[in-house]
């Protein structure tokens, strides 16, 4: 019998252990890269809380040790596609009556988890996988994640006492149902959080979950699903499967009970999967929710004004951080040219103090990039700059190498012109393009900042002056979903900096807010009337002379 009101109060979020040296956060976690570099892991598909293995192995080596071998995932078919989808809908009922305190508690126990037993595993499996660093998984993998879980059941809690008024003689209620259908979440490489967010948080509001990570993510979500799996989810409710994103897409997107997507990869893939949906608008039973974030070209705008120290900073974490893999890195910065020499002169030496190498060192602060595919295109564009006649030059790095893993220095570009590809195109790696203008034309430099690239996603702005930190606020009010003052455009913290961009950006439903989690529910309102009209006259009606 339930006879309580429930609630969740509003949490902190997770403190960032510094795995200093002597630290006992060092020591475990060093302790679990051994032991995950000692075991050849044989990671399943979950389909229905099962574990399900196909006829086709695939390895898992680092990005930056590619001769080891981590162990091998199964990839999937249309066999498993179908089976996921049909695991899904089988458990929609039961875990759409399931009692909020029930499900709630479900993500609350995977949080603790991931925070105290889980949490040298998991960041251990990032770093391996992912090739991040010590720090980048600490804030990722255990504490953004971590906060994710914990601020959306409060979120949630807080959006189901919203309810509306209920005058004398009625009782007014609103139900915060589940979406009709299954939701499909398709997960990036770089960030292990974004892995577990986009499946739990639809899960969370009572949705059931088809869930298909990138495959160079694959060895850290099998760990985030262990952990789902231990803190009592129910079978079918969230199912991890391994099949090729088109072939996914092909089947999830024709399928009549399709009820969404929740969404965070490349503009292109993700402009098609809203185009498919919509040619299948008339197969499905309720209009799908869209949610996505895709990508950025996130600038930096230095004023006359601002601190040169500050800038280098800023410039040195915010581009080169996670090998610049973050939707949010800085890939372009615009430097007035009374500011322009001491700041090049400054990063440039801070770049060489930069160590790069294997995760498992962990004085190494640049590590490698996701995979070759990757590594090929970023390079691409730093050959590119070698042969721009003039238009583009590499004032640092610009070196590369792939025999032992997917390494690439990194590299600061200047382009004298506005245009030039690398201050446009997406890059996604450790390059960092700078421009210069003249002091006095800082105002219609905005103007090419904000027209130059199609993404809004981050922003970062560097002033002294608070009369210019205003205006330029107001003038790229459309620039950027998350702008930053004097401060980096990276590392946004859930509860703090809601996440997500405009334009080529995505969708801006805010992950790490109420926001995201009302594309997840469909309200229902009910009118209870206590005493029932008898009679279908008004006042009105009557006759005056009576």
């Given at each position: ?64 040790e ?6 091998h ?9 179908h ?39 998991m ?11 010590a ?25 189901y006492?919203?309810?509306?008024l ?43 979950v ?12 099998s ?78 705008f ?97 070196t ?29 790696g ?9 002091p ?11 027209k130059?690239?199609?993404y ?10 608070r ?41 801006n ?16 309102t ?21």
């Open positions: 019998m339930q006879n309580g009101y429930f609630q969740f109060a509003e949490p902190k979020n997770e403190p960032v252990l510094n795995y200093a040296p002597g630290s006992p956060e060092r020591a475990g976690l060093k302790k679990a890269l051994a032991e995950l570099k000692a075991t050849h892991r044989d990671i399943p598909m979950y389909i229905d809380g099962k574990e399900v293995r196909s006829n086709k192995k695939v390895e898992i080596r680092p990005p930056h590619t001769s080891h071998l981590l162990g995932f199964y990839a999937g078919d249309e066999t498993h596609v089976q996921a989808i049909d695991a899904a809908l089988a458990a929609r009922e039961t875990w759409a009556a399931t009692s909020w305190e029930v499900r709630a508690n479900i993500f609350m126990k995977a949080a603790e988890l991931l925070a105290t037993k889980y949490r040298f595993k960041n251990a499996a990032t770093m391996l996988g992912q090739s991040k660093n720090y980048q998984a600490e804030i990722d993998s255990a504490c953004e994640l971590i906060d994710f879980l914990r601020f959306n059941v409060h979120f949630l809690t807080e959006i006492k919203q309810q509306p209920s005058p004398q003689g009625f009782h007014n209620r609103l139900e915060y149902r589940p979406l009709e259908g299954f939701v499909l979440a398709v997960t990036p490489f770089n960030f292990s959080a974004i892995g577990g967010n986009l499946p739990t948080a639809p899960a969370m509001c009572g949705n059931v088809v869930w298909k990570p990138a495959n160079t993510q694959i060895y850290s979500a760990v985030f699903m262990e952990i789902l799996l231990e803190a009592g989810l129910p079978d079918g409710v969230i199912n991890l499967i391994y099949p090729p994103g088109a072939m996914i897409g092909d089947i999830c997107f024709n399928h009549h009970l399709f009820a969404g997507v929740h969404f965070t990869g490349s503009t292109g893939v993700f402009q098609s999967m809203w185009k498919t949906i919509g040619d299948n608008i008339p197969k499905y039973r309720s209009f799908p929710r869209i949610v996505g974030e895709t990508g950025g070209k996130d600038f930096v230095v004023h006359p004004t601002a601190n040169v120290d500050e800038v280098v900073t800023g410039l040195a974490r915010g581009a080169f951080e996670y090998q610049g893999q973050k939707c949010s890195a800085a890939s372009r910065a615009y430097l007035p040219a009374n500011l322009a020499d001491e700041i090049k002169t400054k990063l440039i030496a801070e770049l060489k103090t930069m160590k790069m190498g294997v995760v498992d060192d962990f004085t190494n602060f640049i590590n490698a990039v996701i995979d070759e595919k990757a590594f090929n295109s970023i390079t691409k564009y730093i050959d590119n700059v070698k042969n721009s006649n003039g238009q583009a030059a590499i004032i640092h790095g610009g590369y190498d792939k025999s032992k893993g997917y390494f690439i220095e990194p590299t600061l570009i200047e382009a004298k012109d506005p245009n030039y590809v690398t201050l446009c195109e997406e890059i996604f450790p390059v960092l393009t700078l421009h210069v203008y003249e006095d034309q800082w105002i219609l430099t905005m103007d090419i900042v904000d130059t690239s199609p809004a996603l981050t922003g970062a702005i560097f002033a002294k002056d009369h210019a930190i205003e205006y330029m606020t107001k003038r790229f009010v459309n620039s950027a979903g998350n702008f930053y003052i004097n401060d980096k455009p990276t590392g946004a913290v859930v509860g703090q900096q809601p996440f997500g961009g405009a334009r080529a950006s995505g969708t439903d805010k992950a790490g807010s109420a926001l995201n989690l009302y594309r997840w529910l469909s309200a229902r009910i009118k209870e009337t206590q005493v029932p009209a008898t009679n279908y006259r008004y006042p009105f009606h009557a006759d005056q002379a009576d």
